[in-house]
Structure formats: C-alpha cells, structure tokens
C-alpha cells in the first residue's frame, strides 16, 4: 500500500477500504492527466439508463478507491430502492435528503442522487474532499437532470465542530455508508458521529463486508446499545471470500 496511506495511520482512513492484504497497483509514472484518463470508471445505472463516472487515484490510497460494498448498496439503489427506504421515505413529496458518511470516491452518494433525485451531502477526510468534489461536478449533468443536487463538506468521525457544520446545512431523512468499519480505533469515534444524525425516524443504513470477526463482533456490540440493528440484504460470497456483502439498518432505540 502507498505510504500516505499506511494501515499505521487510523487517521486516514474514514471511507471505503478493502482487505489489508490486498496490494496497491503501483504508481503511475506518467502523464498525471493519461493516469487519471487510465481510472475512470463508468457505472451503469440500469433503472434510469444513464450512466456516472467515477475517478479513482489509486497512488493516493484507499480511500480514492472502490470498493465492494458501494457497489452492492448502488445496486440496491438501483434495482430494489424500496428494500432500502422506509414506507415513509418511499411516499415523501419533496426531495430527500442524505447524508454519506467516509464517502470515499462518492459513487454510493452520488448515485442515490441520480437514482432518487435526492440531495445529498457527501463527506469525508480533508484530503479526500477535492476527489469528492471533482466527482460531484463531473457528474453533475446526470443528477441535475434527475431532479438531484450534491454537496461536499469535510467530517472527521467524533469531532463535534464538523458534525456541527454539516447539522447547519441540512437536516437529514437517512444517512448511508458503505465499508466504513475497518479499524477498531475508529468504532467509537463512526458510532458517536452516527448517533448524531441517525436520530428518530432517520435511520443508517449501513453496506458491510465482513472481514475480522473479533473487530466486526466489537463493532455491532457497541452499535447495539444505542441502535437496533437490522440485516436488509444479503449477497453471496464473493470469490476467495467467506461471505459476501450484507446491508443493515441502525435505527435509534427510543
């Protein structure tokens, strides 16, 4: 893995991440443009026949990856929305309103935009957000054209001044995220930022690939004892993989 990125450093990582032994592809050397040109990655999304580009740069790291969770959740989104979405959320007459929490390369966010008309405000990591933010305009056309708007704001998990600047903007109907458990350091400090916006009615839904059973058994622990937490879905095992992703539902106790 790239050194900026380093599984030493539980700072960087707030978005989606994959297994720690899988290896990064190596630097690109050459022209930065032709590199960038090399990762973009087109998703087809099937209900509205229309298609997001997504940019990944690797030699940045994980979190400027995609990963197998995100692609699971959009499916979701894409062929069976109601599995996702509550009675209430699915009968709403104005736009929703989501928030995505360690968005990563914003496929997930920025997706749910396009596919439910939504506005949604992706975060992440300070040097993460100008990826975040060039995905956002690339893809603009296709959400504006749904009826969709996004933002980009910066949330670093458990500090109180950033969840307090993303609460002014807007209040949220759900809040979603995709392989957001990875280090036990940062259980608390995800759990603490989903408490402050899973709140009543808006619930967390969560796209999770199992990998660590004592870290994945800590994390749904601690998230029960202020939450209820429900599995939605379930995919097969992935190749080489015990299992496959699941999707949960967090909703506060009350």
Excluded at 5 to 19: A, K, Y
Excluded at 44 to 69: D, K, M, Y
Excluded at 181 to 194: F, H, R, S
Aim: no cysteine; glycine share 4%; aromatic share 6%.
């Amino acid at each position: 893995m790239a050194s900026s990125d380093s599984d030493e450093n539980p700072d960087f990582l707030l978005s989606t991440l994959h297994s720690d032994s899988e290896e990064e592809p190596q630097e690109q050397k050459q022209n930065p443009n032709s590199a960038l040109k090399e990762l973009d990655r087109t998703h087809l999304l099937h209900s509205i026949n229309a298609t997001i580009t997504i940019r990944e740069v690797r030699s940045r790291g994980l979190s400027f990856q995609l990963w197998p969770a995100a692609s699971s959740l959009v499916s979701l989104l894409d062929h069976n929305p109601s599995l996702l979405l509550s009675p209430s959320l699915q009968s709403k007459q104005t736009p929703l309103r989501i928030l995505e929490l360690g968005s990563g390369t914003g496929l997930v966010g920025i997706a749910a935009a396009a596919l439910l008309g939504a506005r949604v405000t992706l975060t992440d990591l300070p040097n993460v957000v100008p990826n975040l933010q060039f995905n956002a305009e690339l893809n603009s056309l296709v959400v504006s054209l749904r009826g969709g708007f996004i933002s980009v704001q910066q949330l670093r998990w458990g500090d109180e001044q950033d969840a307090a600047d993303v609460t002014s903007t807007e209040k949220f109907d759900l809040v979603v995220g995709s392989d957001v458990v990875y280090y036990e350091e940062l259980i608390e400090p995800l759990l603490k930022t989903v408490e402050v916006f899973a709140k009543g009615e808006t619930a967390f839904v969560m796209a999770h690939l199992r990998r660590w059973k004592k870290r994945d058994a800590t994390f749904f622990r601690k998230a029960r004892k202020n939450f209820i937490v429900e599995v939605l879905h379930k995919d097969p095992p992935l190749p080489e993989w015990r299992s496959g992703v699941a999707v949960y539902r967090l909703t506060a106790k009350k």
